[in-house]
């Protein structure tokens, strides 16, 4: 892959004068004679266009050997007496003859493109945020930071006096008893264990006894291979399709530009099938000995129920034998009146008798209620 190299040949613009595009290989502006100098971007060169798949400058190389020579002779200086552009092999100033002095500005040369790397790598593209990032990061904060706003608003309380307007209690007592049942369960959960019966209504053993009438039934599935299949994904990868031409140019600090081109290898996308083979499975029924067998468990037998409105609760009647056990269910609420752009109602629910009675009829409260109307505490006045 041979490297071609090329000498393209800038132009300037006097500011003298106005003459514009004057080739670089010139001074003097050919016009009014002023040398070019480094200031009003006079010694800022136009280049021209370049190919943007290879870098290619579109204009024609230089060919002449003069000009190639003043393209040879090194980096600019600017004269520190008249300011005047010389070539960089010449050791006094063509203007004003002044020698050259270490305090004489030099132009630099430079790359003007970044070297073409071959191979070229798979171009990734950056992770950026974009509109929908924006769009997201935007919803999060006007759903959280609005709602914590609101929220605030919302946990923001007022205290208003209000009165009990009744209380009401409702008690349970109910009767179990530890009684024989059959049951249905797996063989081999079921551990034969003897029944014990309970004491006061306590220390039961609930037992495995007699276990039979086995009969296999479905328990679950599962599941198990069964054999393979072949499977095909298009996939893409890169691979070397010929050749193409990348450039590279250098600004030689003279209003000459070197460029170098080379055919580099290109690569292209190309889709292919990717198979591979790989387990299938299906799902069987597992099946198990589900089998019947005795025990034991509470059992209602029987259910008392007593309630009262702006009274003092008790439990309901009920006798007992030594093999049951009680079972004590209570409820209590205290209805409530405040005023609040209206008059509202609230319920308390206590959860023990001791708070229950604390309570009675036609008793002054004061109620703490925020702004979203939910009633945080309610104490007695
Ligand atoms: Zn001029
Ligand atoms: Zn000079």
């Not at 006097?14 to 502006?29: F, M, V």
């Not at 609101?150 to 307007?165: A, D, K, L, N």
Request: hydrophobic share 25%; proline share 4%; net charge neutral.
């Amino acid at each position: 892959m041979a490297k071609r190299t090329r000498i393209i040949e800038g132009t300037w613009n006097c500011t003298s004068c106005d003459t514009k595009g004057i080739p670089a290989r010139h001074k003097l502006c050919p016009t009014c004679n002023n040398p070019r100098e480094l200031t009003g971007k006079e010694s800022e060169f136009d280049f021209g266009d370049v190919d943007a798949k290879s870098g290619k400058s579109l204009r024609e190389g230089v060919t002449d050997s003069e000009t190639l020579e003043v393209a040879a002779a090194g980096e600019d200086w600017f004269c520190a007496y008249c300011g005047a552009a010389n070539r960089g092999d010449r050791p006094r100033c063509k203007q004003c003859s002044a020698e050259r002095t270490d305090d004489a500005k030099a132009a630099t040369s430079k790359d003007l493109d970044a070297p073409v790397v071959a191979p070229q790598p798979v171009a990734q593209p950056k992770k950026r945020m974009g509109a929908k990032g924006w769009l997201v990061l935007g919803v999060l904060f006007s759903c959280c930071f609005g709602s914590g706003v609101f929220s605030y608003w919302g946990s923001r309380t007022h205290e208003y006096p209000g009165e009990v307007t009744g209380t009401e209690w409702k008690r349970a007592v109910v009767q179990e008893r530890f009684t024989a049942v059959a049951k249905t369960g797996w063989r081999d959960e079921l551990r034969t264990t003897s029944p014990r019966m309970p004491v006061n209504g306590a220390g039961e053993v609930a037992g495995v006894a007699n276990v039979r009438g086995c009969v296999s039934r479905q328990r679950g599935t599962r599941r198990v291979a069964d054999g393979t299949e072949r499977v095909c994904r298009t996939k893409s990868r890169r691979v070397a399709c010929g050749s193409e031409e990348k450039c590279r140019r250098r600004d030689k600090g003279n209003g000459f530009v070197e460029e170098v081109c080379e055919d580099v290898t290109k690569y292209c996308n190309e889709s292919y099938e990717d198979c591979q083979n790989e387990t299938r499975y299906r799902t069987e029924p597992v099946y198990a000995q589900e089998c019947t067998y005795d025990t034991y468990e509470w059992k209602q037998v029987d259910r008392r129920e007593t309630s009262g409105t702006d009274d003092r609760p008790r439990w309901p009647e009920l006798s007992v034998s030594g093999v049951d056990r009680l079972r004590r269910e209570e409820h209590y609420s205290v209805h409530l009146r405040y005023e609040d752009d209206g008059t509202k109602e609230h319920v308390l629910e206590p959860k023990s008798e001791q708070e229950f009675v604390a309570w009675k009829k036609g008793q002054d409260a004061r109620l703490t209620v925020t702004n979203l109307g939910k009633v945080e505490q309610v104490v007695p006045r």
